[in-house]
Structures are given as structure tokens and as C-alpha cells.
């Protein structure tokens, strides 16, 4: 059984920065795109950062230059650096994977969300 389990949130001051990760155990055949989104109350979801397995990255626009996501393959493990947060930046942050458990069959996980809250 695949699990993402997410770590590093909390709250931080306008300015601050604060670093989560995220993990993934079990079954890992493959891992491909490994990726951080956001929801904060009221909206939807939306993608923060996405790294591939070959280390390429992309940004939401609202973030480039601020955050950075990075991947340590050994480790199974996606960081999301946040720089410079804006109270715009509260939200629950979630990890997600491209995982292959097998050679047969690939799907997207979720892990369970990180509170991120910024103060103004």
C-alpha cells in the first residue's frame, strides 16, 4: 500500500519561510511527477510546483521566484521551499504522486494536507 505523508506545516509570519516535505512509502516500483498543490477555504485546489523525476521543474505564476521544489529520489521525498510567504499563501498543502506500486499500473496519489497559515 502507496502512503504520502506530508510534514513541515504551520504558522509563520508575512515575510517568513517555512519548508514542508513529503514522503512516500510502500509499494514503489516508480515514482514520476511528485508535486505540491494548495487549497485554501472557499477555493479550489490549485497546483503550486511540480518536479519531474528527471529534476525539471514548473511553478505556478504566483509563486516563481518565492518557492522552490526539490526531490531527493534516494529518499522518496518532495520539499517545497517557501520564501518570502504572503498571507495569500494560507492554505492546506497537499503532496502528490505519479506512483508505479507494480510495473503494470500507475495512478496519483494524495497525501493528507499540511495547514500552512501565514499572519499579515
Known amino acids: 500500500q502507496v502512503q504520502l505523508v506530508e510534514s513541515g506545516g504551520g504558522l509563520v509570519q508575512a515575510g517568513g519561510s517555512l519548508r514542508v516535505s513529503c514522503v512516500a512509502s510502500?509499494?514503489?516500483?516508480?515514482?514520476?511527477?511528485m508535486g505540491w498543490y494548495r487549497q485554501a477555504p472557499g477555493k479550489q485546489r490549485e497546483l503550486v510546483a511540480i518536479?519531474?523525476?528527471?529534476?525539471?521543474?514548473h511553478y505556478a505564476d504566483s509563486v516563481k521566484g518565492r518557492f522552490t521544489i526539490s526531490r531527493d529520489n534516494a529518499k522518496n521525498t518532495v520539499y517545497l521551499q517557501m520564501n518570502t510567504l504572503k498571507p495569500d499563501d494560507t492554505a492546506v498543502y497537499y503532496c502528490n504522486a505519479d506512483i508505479w506500486p507494480s510495473a503494470w499500473e500507475h495512478r496519483d496519489y494524495w497525501g493528507q494536507g499540511t495547514q500552512v497559515t501565514v499572519s499579515s
Open positions: 518536479v519531474t523525476s528527471g529534476g525539471a521543474t
Open positions: 510502500g509499494s514503489l516500483f516508480r515514482i514520476d511527477d
